[in-house]
């Protein structure tokens, strides 16, 4: 069979899933980009007069996620104007809207059961042949696809996008032992040529290649700065650009990439190690606090840097 991408929905429209709208849109693809729905109101939107069933509410994810594209540097979008291919809305609203789509990528919160649950919607609505498949960092892809129909089955597996997704150039395809060959070389082949990226393909290993060794080194850094007294510039400078090296080595990563996705893409590679190699993936109780409080890192404006 032979496939084709018109159109794609990215489900999920934070850190990357927006990045990856704009790529997408950059290239000409239009995109569908969907969200969860707020379950409360913010004060502001309450003395503006709106409900939870105001459309502007309901999108409002995504509709921040838009505005965020905009003033997000570096640029996700390399022209304004392609915002327009870009269609905001929401998983209960427009859901019936993936039937048609060719490619339908996962980018919600890194948790297995969350995950599960929304491919269990896909799998009802999606038409037969669409292409699904996830952004995950590394939760095991063959057990994401659990439970869902053959057709699932066989166009399923990992696209894993870097951060960020327009600048960097790796792109992880992890298949399982059903996905289909085809689907499989097609994918390989779109990620080279429309998408720009130097694709590699992973076994289903926990946290596939890059993000094993990445949290393994990011996790070793710290544990070397708490022990031996380094600042966080000091350790962001000899990891960084100094040693020629973006200046986002070590702490200015984890700001961009969000603390609380790093705590479970750590967790996820801890669940499935032992002894020795396990200890290094233990998140140190210092990051655990930031995460309570809140400081995620530039998405919450508060990480090991203040974003202004
Ligand atoms: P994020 O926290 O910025 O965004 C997650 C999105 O998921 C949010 O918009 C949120 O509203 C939505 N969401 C939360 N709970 C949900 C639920 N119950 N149902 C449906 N949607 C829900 O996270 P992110 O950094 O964009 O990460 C998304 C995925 O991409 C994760 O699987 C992550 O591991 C992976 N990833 C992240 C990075 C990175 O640098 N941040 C890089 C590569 C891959």
Redesign the pocket.
Known sequence: MAYQIKKAAV?????????IAAHLANIGIPVLLL??VPNKLTDQEEANGLTLENQQVRNK?ATT?LEKLLKQKPAPLASKNNLSLIEVGN?EDDLDKLKDVDWII??????LD??K??YEKIDAVRKEGTIVT??????SIEAMSEGRSEDFQKHFMGT????PPRYLKLLEIIPTAKTDKDVLEFMMQFGEDRLGKGVVIAKDTPNFIA?RIGTYGLLVTLREMEKRGYSIGEVDSVTGTLIGRPKSATFRTLD???L???M??AKNAYDKTEGDEQQVFELPPFMKKMIDNGW?GA?SKQGFYLKQ
């Open positions: 489900l999920g429209s934070g850190v990357m899933g927006s990045g969200d969860i994810f996620a998983f996962e980018v919600i919160v890194e948790n969350v995950k649950g929304l996830s952004n995950t960092s590394g939760i894993h996008f870097f951060n993000n961009v990439v969000g609380d996705t790093f479970h893409v995620l998405k």
